[in-house]
């Protein structure tokens, strides 16, 4: 196994890619979905579930473990990968969306962010050195540079301003990551829905050098289609020889659209999240096994899956054990969920490699567009 971490690219289709993220903790096939571990676990997942569904790599979420059980506490039970029973590499965010999102009384200044905890109220500070800390007490094998995002809609100075303390942010977290043969690194483009703001951060990062390179500050409001457009510009700015992460998408069709775009890798709490609220994703679209038009139907979710909940459950267990509130629900459903978007990255990487991603979107848009199956 390889002691290195490296990015090679097997073939591409259209500007679709797909290729192998090497590690000393194994391989991530491109284009790559992350299943969110937020609190270390994939919730109502076993470790070796989420594997069994195809995943070759998970998110962690810095904020949520730096408050709860702290860094410092899994470090010393022997890391992240040992805490929660995931061998496989994983990827931690950087704790600065979420700070933005979930924190109380957060103060922004050139060192970081203060701030208090959204669970106890304790006093926290985040800065890109305490940030790069916390990925290495986890033990994450993707660590991520600690950034600003600015919600959408934002005036064209705000967002420039974010992003050029975003990218002093960007130079002090690579100092601060040092050198760390196995584990990576990765530098998070800014600029909003500007070219040139865009242009001006991915030039910045390059010039401080990274293992990888997100697409930073979309999936946050700003709909699908001003999403795609910054697509169509963001990730040719980024090197082609390494990793393009879109971070926090997404539904299906911007996993398809992002892809056909130049991205490699996504993240999202969508398919586990939805498992929970009863809504479940097929080759058909989107059903919600809390409609009623379910509780006497013994037909799968979908016939071509081969999930746990699709090969032995009907719809109508399904909708029964959901509606009881069950346990086993949760933890049907999302499997099925991380299947199929599992399931979805596999067709997208063989139609990479045989040169017909084209063909495979359009087959894609056509079936979803079809719904789903008729009620009996
Ligand atoms: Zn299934």
Redo the contacts with the bound molecule.
């Keep these: 196994m390889t002691q290195e971490f490296s990015f090679s690219l097997a073939a591409t289709s259209g500007k679709a890619r797909t290729g192998t993220i090497s590690t000393p903790r194994g391989d991530i096939r491109t284009p790559a979905f992350m299943p969110v571990g937020t609190a270390a676990t994939v919730k109502a997942m076993m470790p070796e579930s989420v594997r069994a569904t195809g995943a070759d790599i998970l998110l962690g979420n810095t904020y949520h473990l730096m408050l709860r059980p702290t860094a410092e506490r899994i470090a010393a039970l022997g890391g992240l990968h040992k805490f929660m029973n995931w061998d496989r590499p994983i990827l931690t965010d950087s704790g600065g969306f979420q700070v933005m999102s979930l924190a109380d009384l957060r103060k922004l200044t050139e060192e970081g962010v203060a701030f208090k905890s959204h669970i106890d109220g304790s006093k926290h500070m985040l800065s890109p050195e305490r940030s790069m800390e916390i990925q290495r007490l986890l033990g994450s094998d993707i660590v991520m540079c600690f950034d600003e995002c600015p919600a959408l809609p934002a005036t064209r100075d705000d967002i420039a301003k974010s992003m050029e303390l975003s990218m002093r942010w960007a130079k002090r977290s690579r100092t601060a990551f040092g050198e760390r043969p196995g584990y990576a690194l990765f530098g998070i483009q800014q600029g909003g829905l500007e070219e040139d703001l865009r242009a001006q951060s991915a030039e910045a990062l390059q010039d401080i050098g990274f293992e990888g390179y997100a697409v930073g500050g979309l999936a946050v409001g700003e709909g699908q289609e001003a999403m795609f457009n910054t697509l169509e510009f963001a990730p040719d700015q980024l090197p082609k020889d390494k990793p393009r992460y879109l971070m926090g998408v997404g539904k299906p069709d911007d996993i398809v659209g992002a892809v056909a775009r130049g991205i490699d890798m996504m993240d999202c709490v969508l398919p586990s999240r939805s498992g929970r609220t009863g809504q479940v994703f097929t080759r058909l679209g989107v059903l919600n096994i809390k409609n009623a038009r379910h509780q006497d139907d013994p037909r ?3 016939e071509n ?3 746990p ?2 090969k032995n459950y009907s719809r109508a267990y399904l909708h029964h054990v959901f509606r009881s509130q069950e346990i086993i629900s949760s933890m049907l459903l999302t499997w ?1 969920n991380l ?2 978007y599992q399931d979805l990255m596999a067709g997208m990487r063989a139609a990479i490699t045989e040169d017909r991603f084209t063909e495979f979107e359009r087959d894609f848009h056509s079936t979803r567009a079809q719904g789903d199956i008729d009620p009996l």
């Design positions: 799968p979710l979908d899956c081969g999930c909940a699709c099925h299947h199929y």
